[in-house]
């Protein structure tokens, strides 16, 4: 019988003490050393994870994925990049380049590709002037495009990134320009491109062989990741060490930006924790368009393809709160913006999740304005409170409730066993009592 009870109490621990471990592991956001740091799903730009990803920071020569973006709009493969003197002497000699000369011409191909592996400063210099006409234009154009890719937090001086006190962006921004990029096949083959060959051109003899500086790309590494799409790593001291990394699993396309690590390899240490944890604490989650429109009371005016968002582990789907907003109101269409969110998410993931649209059909809005017209915003309904709480109190309760459900089966047990223990005692006492009254009344005659 003691046996049976300690085997029994035995294993209620372990299971608490699994739960216990499991609630544990369901919440393991990266601890990152970088300043800043910006984790973004490629195909739908939700933000799963962030640190500081707004701060306005120098990026070094991450700068170049812009450059390399334009570069590729702007001509063919085999356009001839002539360099000039500014593009050539306007690069200090300490810095990155190619030792390219003035009067040297490239391809744009290998203008690109000095510009992106080795990360050339000479050669961004020359596909900025091959593609605006100046330095000046070029710029112009990087801002302007750092715009249209909702980059609101960057502002672009030289094509190169070498320190300038006005050449600021953010994690996040640089994460949205390079989702943006990564739309462009003739970008991707520059930016997945690990080695390449420049073969003699009209002012250099020999041919050159650049590779990438990112270290992930490369399969003696012990940073190599076997999906990894492309990337592109720079340092300054303003800037320290900064790396843009895209990488697939699964079909599942990721993009993180790191900012101001103090040394190289915490730069790697924080992409390959960020990956970890993208591509093991999420799940997705489809949202339908119909289920969308059902809960604002309208009906959609055309099929919808559902939204698909991703919550981390820990995070439940009662979460998730919409806002509804109406953008247009006409005879013609119906729109509805649904900005989708989660509260109580502090430290697992970044609590916008985005934005959908949906077209209704055109009637029964008129009660969403207000007597002036103005579109006014309605919210679903409020969270349930343990989707509030921030990820250590949860951890907390989970651990709390584990321990209670296992004392309270453990003592159930226990008073099971001495109730039994107690009644077989009571039945062997009354047996023997019994048994004894039957002798002294001697043979029962029949």
């Known amino acids: 019988m003691h046996k049976k009870l300690i085997s029994i109490f035995c294993a209620v621990a372990l299971t608490a003490i699994t739960s216990i471990s499991a609630a544990a592991e369901t919440i393991a956001p990266p601890a990152l050393q970088a300043q800043a740091a910006c984790l973004m799903d490629a195909t739908t730009g939700q933000v799963l994870f962030e640190k500081n990803m707004d701060t306005q ?10 450059t390399v973006m334009l570069g590729v709009e702007s001509g063919s493969w085999t356009d001839t990049v002539t360099m000039s003197h500014d593009a050539v002497y306007s690069v200090p000699r300490n810095s990155s380049h190619i030792a390219l000369q003035e009067g040297e011409q490239l391809t744009l191909e290998q203008a690109l590709m000095a510009t992106m592996l080795p990360s050339a400063n000479d050669a961004a210099n020359g596909v900025a002037e091959f593609s605006a006409g100046s330095m000046e234009a070029f710029v112009q154009k990087m801002n302007e495009r750092a715009a249209e890719c909702g980059a609101t937090n960057t502002h672009f001086v030289n094509a190169n990134g070498l320190d300038d006190p006005q050449h600021l962006t953010t994690a996040h921004d640089m994460a949205l320009i390079t989702r943006r990029a990564m739309q462009s096949e003739e970008f991707m083959r520059v930016f997945g491109t690990a080695e390449y060959v420049i073969p003699p051109t009209n002012l250099q003899t020999e041919a050159r062989n650049i590779g990438a500086g990112h270290k992930m790309m ?16 720079g340092y300054t001291p303003e800037a320290g060490h900064t790396l843009v990394t895209a990488v697939e699993h699964d079909g599942r396309r990721l993009i993180a930006v790191v900012m101001n690590a103090p040394k190289n390899a915490a730069m790697y240490e924080d992409t390959v924790a960020l990956f970890s944890y993208g591509f093991g604490a999420f ?8 289920s969308l429109a059902e809960e604002y009371g309208e009906k959609l005016a055309a099929p919808t393809a559902p939204i698909t968002v991703y919550l981390a ?10 806002q509804f907003a109406v953008q247009q109101d006409d005879a013609e269409a119906v729109k509805v913006d649904v900005s989708l969110s989660v509260q109580g998410a502090e430290g697992l993931q970044y609590a916008k999740l985005g934005t959908a649209q949906l077209v209704l ?3 029964q809005l008129a009660a969403d304005k207000n007597a002036s017209g103005v579109p006014i915003t309605s919210q679903s309904q409020p969270v349930k409170e343990k989707s509030e709480r921030s990820a250590p109190v949860r951890i907390l309760l989970a651990i709390g409730r584990t321990l209670v459900i296992g004392v309270c089966i453990t003592v159930f047990i226990a008073v099971m066993v001495m109730f039994y223990i107690r009644v077989s005692y009571d039945l062997r006492r009354k047996r023997r009592i019994y048994k004894s009254g039957n002798k002294k009344r001697g043979p029962r005659i029949k």
């Open 218 to 233: 490369f399969n003696f590494t012990k940073y190599y990741d076997s999906g990894i799409l492309g990337g592109k790593s």
């Open 313 to 322: 582990a820990g995070v439940e789907a009662s979460a998730i709160q919409k």
């Open 57 to 66: 920071l120098p990026p070094a020569s991450i700068t170049k994925i812009m």
């Open 361 to 363: 059909e055109p009637h």
């Open 283 to 290: 799940t997705p989650l489809s949202l339908t368009a119909e």
